[in-house]
């Protein structure tokens, strides 16, 4: 049964999307997975993620940079899934958390790999290495801005060659706008198996 939570979860994701005139892709990602948030162009990419998990009756936890779970509004992010990363304790970030993926019977971890919205550089590793080390698949998660849609698309199953299957990923964002394509990250990696993603989801 539908928990009371949920239903007013859905109901003001579904308000939310309604209001901007966006749809949803109703393919439902596995139960447990790491999700690729991409492109990561802008401060309303935080809002839109959850109102698509929210309207899809999902509850996923997300990586935000460790600066936005301080008072006062710390509590409101861990409520919302929250998790904080600290870059400057980055040795065990991939550790900690493919743990708490193996030992979770449903979770869905959203990471965004560009770590900035201003574009340049290449995307953090974390996730990859994440989803290798708890041995779940990665869901590739977008907001398309051009078309006003988003949803959860290609599942892959990390190979352990990463660049073989950064061409699938690649392939998948091709064509898929953030709100500005122009700060888009290019899907390139930096080869290290500790980074971190540093997302600012506050909107």
């Not at 392939?171 to 700060?183: C, E, L, R, T, V």
């Amino acid at each position: 049964m539908t928990s009371r939570r949920t239903r007013i979860k859905k109901l003001v994701g579904d308000t939310w999307l309604r209001a901007f005139g966006w749809t949803i892709d109703p393919t439902l990602p596995p139960t447990k997975a790491v999700v690729v948030a991409a492109p990561h162009t802008s401060n309303w990419d935080f809002p839109f993620t959850l109102a698509v998990t929210w309207s899809l009756g999902l509850d996923v936890a997300w990586l935000g940079k460790h600066t936005l779970f301080a008072p006062p509004f710390g509590t409101f992010f861990r409520a919302l899934g929250g998790i904080p990363v600290d870059r400057r304790a980055a040795q065990n970030l991939v550790a900690q958390v493919s743990e708490r993926l193996r030992d979770a019977s449903e979770l869905l971890v959203i990471v965004p790999p560009e770590g900035t919205r201003d574009g340049g550089g290449r995307w953090k590793t974390g996730f990859y290495w994440i989803a290798m080390e708890a041995e779940v698949p990665i869901v590739l998660g977008y907001l398309d801005f051009a078309r006003r849609r988003g949803g959860f698309g290609t599942v892959l199953q990390p190979t352990g060659d990463l660049a073989r299957d950064g061409e699938a990923i690649r392939a998948f964002y091709k064509d898929i706008k953030g709100k500005h394509p122009g700060k888009f990250t290019e899907v390139s990696f930096v080869e290290a198996k500790v980074p971190l993603p540093t997302a600012t989801a506050k909107p």
